[in-house]
């Protein structure tokens, strides 16, 4: 079965730092790029950016570029999300999503997606 | 950058005919994909490619997009299609999400 397997909630406050991890399975990791969306409270879906895990090359939306970094580690099938200084407007849901189709292109949809991991940040 | 609009709210009864609508410059000259998701679940990918649906997609879900605007159906509404709905489009590699559109089954 093909499957994203995210890590668990976290709980932070402002200025610490977060690493979270999307756990690929079923499939060969390196075939297709990985993205990374955010949900806001109550909002829709943003993309944040993706990542090839093949030769790690990244393309981050304007939005977040400089705020966040996608990395990958192909030996273990695993990508990540990281923040080096959490603000009280980053809480919110992370998602890590598969595209159906390799390679990236004008018809990228997301066919598999994680459960999601839910980020509060708190003084 | 390229933005997609979707209007906050449809509201449909049960049999009849749902439209979801996303609009945007020019997008019909590039694909659309639309997802549902409901609360506390992750999204679902029920149209790729415009019209496409992958397998399990009942076929009372379809897509299409011309001009500026791509459009969902869902006919004959299930309360069960109650839900958020999200167009998705992909612009010189950057991915674009409308804001959602919440879909009441009255």
């Known amino acids: 079965e093909v499957q994203l397997v995210q890590s668990g909630a976290e709980v932070k406050k402002p200025g610490e730092s977060l690493k979270i991890s999307c756990q690929a399975s079923?499939?060969?990791?390196?075939?297709?790029?990985i993205s990374w969306v955010r949900q806001m409270p109550g909002k829709g879906l943003e993309w944040m950016g993706a990542?090839?895990?093949?030769?790690?090359?990244?393309r981050y939306s304007p939005s977040f570029e400089g705020h966040v970094t996608i990395s990958a580690d192909k030996s273990i099938s695993t990508a990540y999300l990281q923040w080096s200084s959490l603000k009280a407007s980053d809480t919110a849901i992370y998602y890590c999503?598969?595209?159906?189709?390799?390679?990236?292109?004008?018809?990228?949809?997301?066919?598999?997606w994680g459960q999601g991991t839910v980020v509060t940040i708190s003084s | 950058s390229y933005e997609v609009t979707q209007p906050p709210s449809v509201s449909v009864s049960p049999g009849q005919t749902a439209s979801i609508t996303c609009s945007g410059d020019?997008?019909?000259?590039?694909?659309t994909s639309w997802y549902q998701q409901k609360p506390g679940q992750s999204p679902i990918l029920i149209i790729y490619?415009?019209?496409k649906r992958p397998s399990g997609i009942p076929e009372r879900f379809s897509g299409s997009n011309s001009g500026n605007t791509a459009t969902l159906t869902i006919s004959g509404t299930q309360a069960m299609d109650e839900a958020d709905y999200s167009c998705?489009?992909?612009?010189?590699?950057?991915?674009?999400f409308g804001g959602g559109t919440k879909l009441t089954v009255l």
């Open positions: 999503a598969r595209p159906l189709v390799s390679p990236r292109g004008p018809s990228e949809a997301f066919h598999i």
């Open positions: 079923g499939y060969s990791f390196t075939n297709y790029w």
């Open positions: 990542i090839d895990p093949s030769d790690s090359y990244d």
């Open positions: 020019r997008l019909g000259d590039k694909y």
């Open positions: 490619e415009d019209k």
């Open positions: 998705q489009a992909w612009d010189n590699s950057f991915v674009v």
